[in-house]
């Protein structure tokens, strides 16, 4: 998508720089990286390994820690389809420019849907770090996009209801220095928000068709919403792609 | 273009990196979609926009519907039967930063029952709304100017039926990071078609969009991943691929993937890398024909790097209005950060788009 005028500009530009190229070395691509804003820093004993702790973002918005057995909701994000929204609580690594990777494990086919993310984690002033705040806003993208958004719905790839069955959340994180940590925890997924919940158990359903078409009920499930959250949480027109 | 810059360079300088050739090349492609010959009748049918104006400071989104039994019917085809895509060719005017061709399902925002042409212009509008298409499967795309041509593998085609609707999404961008040059968009596109016993197998696509990404100043190297898969019990063949970032990408890739692997893949089963935001290749059969194994997928990933907005255009004040009005981002939150969204000069994408046969379902991945 180079048009004749940018082509110009940048021929004009390649010789006028040639002769410095040629005496000190082309100059990259990118100007100096601005400053590293992040406050971080480094999070708890230099000398121990990392220690983390799984959280997810409730309906309601609260971040909870997980553990085996535990729910964790599944929630309409801006982008659309349902997510789980992973994040962690962490020691003992750079709690800036940290690497998360998220993911959802099919038990039975140990199939994975993964997300990953770079960001900085908020200090708790005990020596740890949390992606995210105690509470959060899931219309605020700039609150979920502290958690791994954990795809797990429209359910193309899971040999089994992607609800109300159990699956295995994993999380990776490496941080700038290399240190790095995994953990796991078998949790199942609800269709947790009230509002959208027809929806949810229709692409959530295995075997789910893009472009199906959702009816109220499809998800073959009349179970009332479980114990997940009360918010309902929908989130904002999902703004635009080009 | 790129052959532009190294003749000026051959000419204006002794550089002896660049080999300087004097051969003759073939006459370029056709370039202009008003030139682009439709295909023999009774074995495709062409489609195109109109020529509309691109002033400076415009970034037009539109999408324009056709119904395929009319096309058929004014390209030859027999009625009723299914359209056997096998080669398309794409020409588009300079300036255009992308065309999409999706198959019309669930119908919201945008409904060719009541409009077949919807204009969107800087952000706003219908034709902006990805909600409006978030299960319309792919047909085909591209991201450069000038002439796209791809037969798919012999016996592919991607099997279309009369009774669909087609959506072509043009976006044109004139403005500081990207320009049209001419101040006008159009594109043309053409459908050929094989036989129905000429059909060995059926093409399908995949399109994933991470829209959670933000390229903030106080995290300004982020990187994003993501996955998704093919849910095939038989390997799959991808035969195409290209990725759309906006000029704060560095880096896009994908990968063969197992879809059991949490973290990525080793650099062997990297088949796609672009570090050109503005011009990325369309990697594609021939030269791609990448087999995926059973049940495997894709694994994508996209690095950015955070560059101070242009202030002419508001600067960082810009960006933190659009984070705050689109996304209600909390003051706390804000960081002059591009965030996913349609304009180009504030705005961020990962998408990906991959071609494949056999088809399973059409796959598309938030």
Known sequence: ?242 | MKKLVVLALCALTALPAVACSSTTDPPPPTTDPSKLAPPEPGKGFQFKTPSFAVPAGIEEQSCYFFKLSELAQAGGMPAGEAINLHRVQIVQRAGSHHMNLFRVKTRAGLDPDKAKVVRSFNGEGECFRSTNWSDWPLIANTQAEGLLDWEFPEGVANVLQQDEWLMLQTHYVNASTQDSPDGYGEVAVNFHTIAKDAVKHEMGTLFATKQSIRVCKDNPSPSFTGTCQFKNDKPVNIIGANGHFHSRGRKFEMFKWDATQVGAPPAAAKFYSSESWDDPPMTRSPELNLEVPANGGVFYSCGYQWTPPSEALGGCERLDKFDRDTYATKPESLSCCYTFGPKVEENEHCNIFVYYWPKQDDINCF
Request: glycine letters at 12%; a negative charge.
């Open chain 1, 1 to 242: 998508m180079h048009s004749p005028r940018n082509v110009r500009a940048a021929v004009v530009s390649l010789v006028a720089t040639f002769g410095a190229c040629a005496l000190a070395g082309c100059p990259g691509t990118d100007p100096d990286p601005p400053p590293d804003e992040c406050t971080a820093g480094f999070l708890g004993d230099r000398t121990k390994e990392p220690v983390i702790e799984l959280r997810a973002i409730g309906v309601d918005g609260t971040s909870a820690p997980i553990s085996d057995g535990d729910d964790v909701a599944l929630i309409l994000p801006p982008q659309g389809g349902r997510v789980s929204f992973i994040g962690i609580r962490a020691t003992n690594l750079d709690g800036c420019g940290l690497q998360l990777i998220g993911a959802i494990r099919d038990l039975s086919s140990r199939r994975v849907m993964v997300d990953g993310r770079t960001l900085n984690l908020n200090t708790t002033g005990d020596g740890w770090g949390t992606t995210g705040t105690a509470t959060t806003n899931l219309s605020d993208v700039a609150s979920i996009s502290n958690f791994a958004n954990v795809p797990v719905c429209p359910n193309q790839w899971a040999d089994t209801d992607a609800f109300d069955q159990p699956f295995e959340i994993e999380v990776r994180v490496t941080d700038k220095g290399g240190r790095a940590a995994t953990k796991t925890a078998r949790v199942v997924p609800r269709c947790a928000e009230a509002k959208n919940r027809d929806e949810c158990l229709c692409i959530c359903k295995r075997g789910y068709v893009l472009g199906q078409t959702c009816a109220p009920g499809d998800g073959g499930s009349d179970a009332a919403p479980p114990d997940a959250g009360t918010a309902d949480g929908a989130p904002g027109d999902a703004s635009a792609n080009d």
